[in-house]
Each structure stands twice: as C-alpha cells, then as structure tokens.
C-alpha cells in the first residue's frame, strides 16, 4: 500500500481523493493545511487519519510514503523540493511549477534522492487519449493540430465585482494560459514534441495574468492552434487534421468522445469508457511507478513537462504574463 499525503484542500483535491478510491493500492494517509480546524474538517470528510500544519514536518512523517501537492502555482517547486529532498515521491498538479528553471530544480531534487516525480496531468492518461495517439496513422500525414478550452470562470464575476481570487493572481503564477491553455498545450507536446516556432497573442486582466488568449506553434511539417479563456465559453470541439481524415476530440480536456471523420465522409467512432472520477488514472500511473521502481512515467514524463513548462513560458512572455517567479531566478 502506498501511503499519500494531500497538500491543499481545495475542490481538486476531492477529486483526486475520489479518484484514489479506485487504485487498490493508493491510501490517502494525510493532509496538510495551514488552519487546523481547516485540515481537521477535510479530513473528517474524507476519513483522512493525519493532519499536519507544518509541511516540514509532514514531509519528514513516516506516515506517508509520497504527496500529491494541488497548492496555488507559485508553491509547486518548493513544496516539491522539499519532500523529495525528504525521500517522498511528488505528485505535482499542473501547471508544474511558474517556469523552466523551477521545474528544472524540481527534477534535480528527484534525481539526486532517487524518488518518483510526476505531473498530475490526468489528460493525457485517460483512455481516450491513448485511443487518439494509436489511431493517428489512420488519418494519413498530421497538417493542422487545433485544440480549444474556453470555459468562463466564476471567479471573473467576483474579479469583476472588484474581489480578485486566486485564479487571477500574479504573485500565485496564475492565469488562463498556466490554468486552462495548459491542457491544450499538454497533448500537443505529448503527441508531436515540442514546436519549433511560437507566436502568442492574449488579453491582460488588471492584476497581471491573463483572462484569454490564443498561441499559433509552428513545426517542420505541420502547424498547430490553440485557443484558451477563463472570461469567455466556447463549445468547439478539437480537432487533428491529417491528409486522410481528421480526428475529432470532443473535450480536450477530459477527452469524453473519439471520432475519426475520413476524407470520403465515413465516420469511425473510437471513444472508450472511463471512470466519472477520471484522476484515478493518473493516481494509478503515480503507484505503478513507485511499486515498480521506475522513477518516471513513459507518458508523462518529465521532459514532456519540461517541454510544456518551457513553452508557456515563452507564450506567456509574448503576451506579457511575468510572475514574482520569473524576476526571482533572473
């Protein structure tokens, strides 16, 4: 059994949590929050043994064996730093850390302790998605990669009242890109790597992040588009396009439906299954990973977030997102 502890106890973690469930061999041991009655609370919810206020001392705890760490972005490289140097395997929400070199350290620290790191990009480990990178030679040579995540966030209506949360900080390295463009930005690398030109364009809020915006990427033989938001909806589908067909995505985000629509007009629908609480998959890669003694995932490995981390920097730059982070390492 793999012990985990919890760092945050925000809606996310529920999910992950829930997620957890269904991996046999996953145990959520611990929590951390800075409140106590916080902590106590979240964890009565989900029957959560040990809470801990000090992430000093819960990294040193023998009561957990690894940490899934859902604190705001800014805090990723840290917190993780400090459990791995602690011996414990890290989970890591995405975004991965504010930037390359944070993520750089991150993985440093990994290394040099001989522990499992991983990005808890749960995308690009659903069903779905697998079923979308074995099917893609069937619509001939890849042209056009377009993906789409627009999805208006509550938070904009307090924003707009003048109550700025979270999700729109520039001291948390938030933001549309690092919160919503990341997902379209992930499957994109995973599939065909990292692009070889970058041409961002966004729209900044007051407080320095982002509310939307769209990043043209330019590759040897192909081009891709993507298009993000967190003040606007939008109810496209995403879509790889090939000489022979293209691959319909209906949400890239959770990759619900898998359709090829061929050239002559057949149509092929591919979609599997999957769990409602679709983190388990990433949960269960996290486990398999430390029970196997392999140090890192084949599917979302570290240079893929590395190379994700790299080219939202870049895109965020263009459009002028620059975090507390970024002046910190120079």
Known sequence: MINIGIVGTNFITDRLIEGAKLVSDAKISAVYSRSEEKGKEFAEKHNIEYVFTSLEEMAKSDVIDAVYIASPNSLHASQAILFLNNKKHVLGEKAFASNTKEVDEMIKAAKENNVVLMEA?????????????????????????????????????????????????????????????????????????????????????????????????????????????????????????????????????????????????????????HEEANMCYEVQEF??????????????????????????????????????ADRNNG
């Open 121 to 273: 990009m749960k995308s690009t480990l659903l069903p779905n998605f697998k079923v979308v990178k074995d099917n893609l030679y069937k619509i001939g040579k890849v042209r056009k990669y377009f993906a789409s995540y627009c999805q208006y966030s509550s938070r904009y209506d307090k924003y707009k009242a003048g109550e700025v949360l979270n999700a729109f900080k520039n001291e948390l390295s938030n933001g549309a890109l690092m919160d919503i463009g990341v997902y379209c930005i992930a499957p994109m690398v995973n599939l065909f790597g990292k692009p070889k030109t970058i041409k961002a364009n966004g729209i900044m809020l007051k407080t320095g992040v982002d509310g939307e915006g769209s990043v043209l990427f330019g590759y040897d033989d192909m081009e891709a588009a993507v298009i993000y938001s967190k003040i606007s909806n939008s109810y496209l589908p995403s879509e790889i396009q090939g000489e022979e067909g293209s691959i319909i995505i209906d949400r890239i985000n959770t990759f619900d439906r898998i359709k090829i629509i061929y050239r002559d007009g057949r149509e092929e629908d591919l979609s599997l299954e």
């Open 287 to 324: 486990v398999n990973l430390i029970k196997s003694d392999e140090k890192e995932s084949k599917v979302n490995s570290l240079k893929n977030s590395r190379d994700v981390i790299e080219v939202i920097e870049e895109a965020r730059k263009q459009i002028g997102v620059i975090y507390p």
